[in-house]
Every structure is written in structure tokens, then in C-alpha cells.
């Protein structure tokens, strides 16, 4: 098999937000880049899944981005923090400041390739956020990269493997999703930008979503932090034409849809979200909502997990069926500066209106799989540790949001992406270009699918991992479906080794693709359900039923994932009081510490 | 229904069961892949499902369509799914 080389001083891998930004920002430095994405820049990757708008603080959107309107209470201080209290304190408190201190120039970059490109995005003084949606947000970062033309870009190429010479990263190994021929990157430095994880059958992500840069980075020797943490929001099981949409959260801000629905299990049994100021969040707070629609919410559907697993209803029968079709056609006039009339992206809003009242008036939906905090453990110049040359941006790296994220995924890869080309840029300066050790190792490792004729299918092997994983490695979780999850993930681990297809054509081969993405699904899950199993209490989207509590005496610490071999070890990462001192509450429960320390409504 | 499916080595038909009233033709070729013909090509790598990357358009019974957004009743008798240019890499996957 001929093998095209492709040589720059640093190499991006991802196609959305923290790529293309890491990749302005290496060039800006003088450094040749490369870009290599999975998909087509601005159109793949978990960017162009945006629901409604993301911020920054209310000072830095008037002083830097240019927003006089912009809500000056909300202040940087006491965005940062948020960040801190969010993380439930194990986030990295450098990169919480970083985020607050980095994003304004980031987003105030990202705004101009927005004007620049035509498109629109409409400021919210109150919460300080800018509206959007993920065409225009796509089609900002493609004016973003055009615009850099000195950028070398290869799409559709997925990137399998970091290359390493003595354990220092010095490239990439990747294959053309349509041809099948493999590619080495040779480069001085090597970003990853590729996005998080997502082992559940209910997602609203992108599809591949498969943690790719953490697998890549664990196997060329890095850390993984904070992998039991999963964000999840309301998103549509049935009908099935709109399935994975990320509506239902919409649907649940009074100031987007006015119809309150009442939240049921399938057998009608209400679930309870209790109306107690304690509970209420500010306008800058929204997000804290997501976490306690899966707390209350999921208590209720975790009696029932056995019966009817992730799913429940949103119930309109307190409306008229006039009012529910009314409801959305609001809804879609609100959304017609980014969809096409009447549509929320694919979704025809009144063929879902009247959808919904011929099922009784009921929604079905399902807590889907919207975000990962953890990822590859970086340092403050977004270095992953443990690697030399190799750094992340973006929703692959954790530290940021520790176990919940309140801030913005994307203004997190904005600022990320400025500092790792920065920081990969200024490596490769001094970095001498060197010849990977391990290229014909994992060139291997890549092929070995195509050649077998018998093994276990990447199909079966991908629905075995998410059905163990929407088992018992859910939103809600105890000891004992922990405990299985974790024994079948090892077992299933085990047989990935021996996979064989069953087509051998390199040509957009979809099994080869998912044979790859199934092995970084794999173990990314694996260090996942390890922490949950471990992690003897509840903390921030980490629920255990057995273990209500916030414990901050017992648990307050990070557990860290590396491979020896092929076997996934752990250690224990406290957070340190860089900025703000650390509480050792012991909280009896996630809402009520959400409460006391996001909301300070105590 | 009866989905006729212009792959590289010819046309082949699948029975699909009607899994919802309506349900998109990436519904059908998810289920065709998963459950029918593993060698199945057809664009499914890094796409939103939601319409929004337009990375997934094949031809449905003549008429170029997103996979991922066009639906097609649980009760249609005959569909075709066809490449959407000549430029096949393989069976429903054409070059960018």
C-alpha cells in the first residue's frame, strides 16, 4: 500500500471551532499548518450541532466585542466564578481563568469572520450571549479559513494514530475516507481538536462523536481526566424522523415556548421538578437547568429504568390542540433568521405539532448525549501531559469543566484553539523534525480489520458498547449496573483485537471507519465507567442513586486514566486553590449544593 | 417496503419493515447497513443527521434529496435510492 506523506511544522486535527481556530493561530505565529479533519471544516464535528447561543461575560462583550448593551453585572469575576463552583471545584482553576481571560479576543475574532461571511448572529445583552445556529456558525469558520489560505487542509481524512519518535509527537497517521490510502503527517507539533465522547445509543451530536483524540492521545502516552462526566439534554425519540433533535430543550425555556409540559414516565406518573426558589436560575445560569432536568427528572425514570430505560414524555394535553400549533409556529418564527421557514433544521414544525397531538398530546423523549467534560489532560499552555509536542483544544481536553459544564463548549474551543497554536507554534519553532518509531506499528494496527475474513463486526461491536453503556452507565447510575458495565466493557475490549469486516475495499469502507472508532469509543468508556464505578458519590453530572451525596472531604480529586500497555491505569488528581480556596462541604445532594454554591440562593 | 439500491456491482433490493409511519431514507439505509448488507457505502461518517451539513444527498426515485431529512412513508411500496452524480467513489458515496 503507497503511503502520501504531508509535511508541515504543526498539524491540526478536528474541522470545526478549536481546529480551525488553533490553526489560524499557529499561522499567525509563522508556523506552516496543517489541518486534517474527519469531515468537511464547518460542516462535521460537534460546532455545527448548536442549539441556540453561547456568551461570554457581560464586561469583556462590551470592551472587547464591541456589545455597549451588554449586561455589565454579569461580571468577569463572577463568570469565573461560576466556572469554579460549576466544575464542582475539580476543574483546573488556571484554565477557568484562562477561559474568562482568553475568550473575548477569541469570540471578538470569530464575530468579525461572521460579519465578514454574511451571516447573522443576534446578541442577548441580558445573558450575554450571541443566537445562532450551526450553518452560520459553520459558515463563519470556513470565511475563518479561507481567509488563511497559507492553511494546507485536508478533508475527509480521518486521522487514526499520533506518531511519536521517543515518545515526542511528530505527526499523524490518517487514511482518505474515500480512497483508503493511508497518509503519515509529519509535524513538529501536533494539535488535537477533535471533540469528546458520546457511548450512548441517544445522542445529538454529530454521528462520530467517538473520542478519537483521547484514544489518540492516551495511546501515544498522555492522560484522560474527568471521563465519568456526560452532559445530557431532553432530545426527541419518537417519531423517528426526528429523533436526536435537541428540541425538547428548547422546548422546555418558557421564553422560546411558551406550552408548559408536564414531565411524565410512560405510564403517566408525573416526575417532579420542585417549584422552590432555591432551585431558580438567573438568566447567565440557564445551563444549570440541564443538570437539574436530569437529576429530578431522572430520579423519577431511574424507579423505571428496567422497564422502559432513557425515555419519557413531555405531555401538552393541558393545551388545545390550536395552542400547541400556535406554540410552534412561534417557535418557528423565532428560528427563521437561521431555518428554513417553518423548519427547525430537517424538522417540519407542524408536521411535529401535529405529530404531537395525534399521540395524545405527548413528546417522546429521551436524555441524549450532548457533551463530554472529560478529555486529555493538558497544563495551562494546553500541553498534554505526558507527550512532548502533542496539545488539544476544545471539548477533547478536560480540566476545563471538571464535572459540569456551565460555561460555553463553544467559546471553550475559541479560546483553546488561540492558545494551543500559540503554544504548538512556539514548540515547533525549537523543535527539530524528526521520523516516527512506532509508524509501522500502528499502520498495523490500522489495517489488520481489512485482512481478516472472520471476527467480530464493528456493527455488533459498536451496538454492544452502547447498549452496555445506556445500561448502566447512564445519567442516573448505581454500584451494581456500574460494576456490569464495567466487566462487559473489558470483555468487550478484549475482543476488538480480532475485528474483521465484511467487505475488504478501502473505498469508503463505513466498518473500517467504525473499527477504528469503536477501539477510542472503547476506551474512553472504559476510564469512564471505571471513575463512575469508583467516584462512591454523586458530583456534578456524575449521579449515583446508591450515593446521593456531594463529598467533599472523601472525593474532592480527579481520577486520571493512562495505558500501560493496553491496560488502562488510574490516579488521583486534587485540584489545587490557584485562585479560589476549595470547600469540604459534604453536601446531601446535587441539587442542594448547586443551590448553595452555583446559585447562592441558600 | 421494497428498497432498490444502486450499489457499485449493481441494483439490489431489501426488505425494510416500516419501523415508524414515516421514517427518513437515512432511517432505511441505517437499518439496510446494520441489518441487511454490511458493505453497504453510503455518506454516514462525521454527519449531523439534522440537515445541517447536506453531506448525505443520494437520489430518491429520481429526485435528489438529504438522506438525512427526506422522509419517506412506512408504507411506501417501491423506493429507489440512487448515487446522487457520476462521480461514484462506491455504491451511494460520490466524490466531494
Known amino acids: 500500500m503507497t503511503m502520501h506523506t504531508v509535511t508541515s511544522d504543526v498539524l491540526v486535527i478536528g474541522g470545526a471551532g478549536a481546529a480551525v481556530m488553533a490553526a489560524v493561530s499557529a499561522l499567525r505565529q509563522g508556523a506552516s499548518v496543517t ?21 461570554i461575560d457581560g464586561e469583556s462583550a462590551r470592551e472587547v466585542c464591541g456589545e455597549p448593551e451588554a449586561n455589565q453585572e454579569y461580571t468577569r469575576e463572577k463568570l469565573f466564578h461560576k466556572l469554579v463552583t460549576s466544575a464542582f471545584q475539580i476543574g483546573d482553576q488556571r484554565m477557568e481563568r484562562h477561559f474568562v481571560d482568553a475568550a473575548p479576543a477569541a469570540v471578538a475574532e470569530l464575530l468579525g469572520w461572521v460579519k465578514d461571511a454574511g451571516q447573522v448572529f443576534k446578541f442577548m445583552p441580558k445573558a450575554s450571549r450571541w443566537r445562532t445556529s450551526g450553518r452560520p456558525f459553520g459558515a463563519a469558520l470556513r470565511h475563518g479559513l479561507k481567509t488563511h489560505s497559507a492553511i494546507n487542509v485536508c478533508e475527509d481524512v480521518m486521522v487514526t ?114 417549584d422552590d426558589p432555591r432551585y431558580r436560575v438567573k438568566p447567565a445560569d440557564t445551563k444549570v437547568n440541564k443538570l437539574f432536568m436530569t437529576y429530578f427528572y431522572g430520579k423519577g425514570i431511574w424507579k423505571k429504568w428496567e422497564k422502559y430505560g432513557n425515555a419519557f414524555y413531555y405531555d401538552y394535553s393541558a393545551y388545545g390542540d390550536e395552542e400547541i400549533r400556535q406554540a410552534f409556529r412561534t417557535f418557528a418564527d423565532s428560528q427563521k433568521t437561521w431555518h428554513r421557514k417553518g423548519h427547525y433544521h430537517r424538522i417540519d414544525l407542524d408536521q411535529l405539532a401535529g405529530d ?19 478529555g486529555v489532560l493538558v497544563g495551562p499552555d494546553f500541553a498534554a501531559h505526558g507527550v512532548p509536542g502533542l496539545y488539544a483544544a476544545g471539548e477533547v481536553t478536560g480540566g476545563l469543566f471538571g464535572a459540569f459544564r456551565s460555561g460555553d463548549g463553544l467559546t471553550e474551543m475559541l479560546a483553546h484553539g488561540a492558545t494551543a497554536g500559540e503554544s504548538a507554534a512556539a514548540f515547533a519553532k525549537d523543535a527539530a523534525s524528526r521520523d516516527a518509531d512506532d509508524l509501522e506499528a500502528k499502520a498495523a494496527w490500522l489495517e489488520a480489520p481489512l485482512t481478516r475474513t472472520a471476527g467480530l463486526s464493528p456493527v455488533d461491536a459498536l451496538a454492544r458498547l452502547y447498549a452496555l453503556c445506556d445500561k448502566g452507565f447512564n445519567y442516573y447510575r448505581s454500584g451494581r449496573e456500574l460494576a456490569q458495565a464495567y466487566a462487559d466493557i473489558g470483555a468487550l475490549r478484549a475482543e476488538l483485537g480480532g475485528m474483521a469486516l465484511s467487505c475488504p475495499s478501502r473505498k469508503y469502507n463505513l466498518e473500517w471507519m467504525q473499527s477504528v472508532m469503536v477501539k477510542n469509543l472503547a476506551l474512553c468508556a472504559e476510564s469512564g465507567i471505571y471513575a463512575a464505578l469508583e467516584r462512591k458519590e454523586s458530583r456534578g453530572t456524575h449521579l449515583r442513586d446508591d450515593y446521593p451525596e456531594v463529598n467533599n472531604k472523601d472525593f474532592l480529586f480527579s481520577y486520571a486514566a493512562s495505558l500501560d500497555g493496553d491496560v488502562l491505569c488510574y490516579a488521583e488528581r486534587a485540584p489545587q486553590e490557584t485562585f479560589l480556596p476549595l470547600d469540604r462541604t459534604v453536601y446531601p445532594n446535587i441539587a442542594d449544593c448547586i443551590a448553595q454554591t452555583i446559585l447562592e440562593n441558600a | 417496503m421494497n428498497v432498490r439500491i444502486k450499489k457499485s456491482d449493481g441494483l439490489k433490493e431489501y426488505q425494510v419493515p416500516a419501523l415508524s409511519p414515516s421514517m427518513t431514507v437515512m432511517d432505511i439505509l441505517d437499518y439496510v447497513y446494520a441489518n441487511l448488507d454490511r458493505s453497504l457505502a453510503y455518506y454516514r461518517h462525521s454527519a449531523c443527521n439534522q440537515g445541517i451539513c447536506a453531506r448525505c444527498a443520494v437520489k430518491l426515485d429520481g429526485k435528489t434529496v438529504l438522506a438525512c431529512a427526506a422522509q419517506v412513508p412506512g408504507d411506501a411500496g417501491t423506493i429507489v435510492i440512487e448515487p446522487v452524480s457520476d462521480k461514484v467513489v462506491r455504491d451511494l458515496v460520490v466524490a466531494s
Request: glycine share 16%.
Open chain 1, 35 to 55: 489541518l486534517a479533519s474527519k469531515g468537511r471544516v464547518g460542516r462535521s464535528g460537534n460546532t455545527i450541532m448548536v442549539g441556540g447561543s453561547f456568551g
Open chain 1, 356 to 374: 404531537i397531538i395525534s399521540n395524545g398530546k405527548r413528546l417522546k423523549v429521551g436524555f441524549g448525549n450532548e457533551y463530554s467534560m472529560g
Open chain 1, 161 to 274: 494514530d499520533v506518531l511519536t519518535s521517543g515518545g515526542t509527537a511528530c505527526g499523524a497517521l490518517g487514511f482518505d475516507v474515500y480512497s483508503g490510502e493511508l497518509t503519515r503527517f509529519k509535524a513538529k507539533s501536533v494539535i488535537l481538536a477533535t471533540g469528546g465522547y458520546q457511548p450512548f445509543s441517544l445522542q445529538n451530536s454529530i454521528s462520530d462523536m467517538t473520542g478519537d483524540g483521547i484514544a489518540m492521545a492516551l495511546r501515544a502516552g498522555g492522560s484522560a481526566v474527568d471521563m465519568e462526566f456526560l452532559l445530557f439534554i431532553g432530545t426527541i425519540l419518537e417519531p423517528l424522523y426526528a429523533k436526536g433533535s435537541l428540541l425538547p430543550y428548547l422546548l422546555s425555556i418558557p421564553a422560546m415556548f411558551a406550552p408548559r409540559p408536564k414531565v411524565t414516565d410512560l405510564d403517566g406518573v408525573e416526575l417532579e421538578f420542585p
